[in-house]
Nanobody, 114 residues
């Protein structure tokens, strides 16, 4: 089992920034992929950004140039720096870990509103 603990969500004004963190613990298989998905009310869960153990990244087109994903392999932690936030970024953000199995965090709310 792998446990994921997320932090960093909250309320921010349009144009603002937030940084999400997700730390993994337990039976971690390497190499693996960690990252973030999000789900807005009434919509399906969608990819935001993921990063492999070697540092390869993949971003949703909607966040390219605004969000940056990074990870610290020694700490089994992934980060999502979100800049120039828009109202449409409002969602619950879920940490994702894919090794031998897929694991999800409990989700953290990000609300972008004035």
């Amino acid at each position: 089992q792998v446990q994921l603990v997320e932090s960093g969500g909250g309320l921010v004004q349009p144009g603002g920034s937030l940084r999400l963190s997700c730390s993994a613990s337990g039976n971690i298989f390497s190499p693996n992929i960690m990252g973030w998905y999000r789900q807005a009310p009434g919509k399906q869960r969608e990819l935001v950004a993921v990063i492999s153990s070697s540092g390869s990244t993949n971003y949703a087109d909607s966040v390219k140039g605004r969000f940056t994903i990074s990870r610290d392999n020694a700490k089994n932690t992934v980060y999502l720096q979100m800049n120039s936030l828009k109202a449409e970024d409002t969602a619950v953000y879920f940490c994702h870990h894919r090794g031998l199995r897929v694991y999800w965090g409990q989700g953290t709310q990000v609300t972008v509103s004035s």
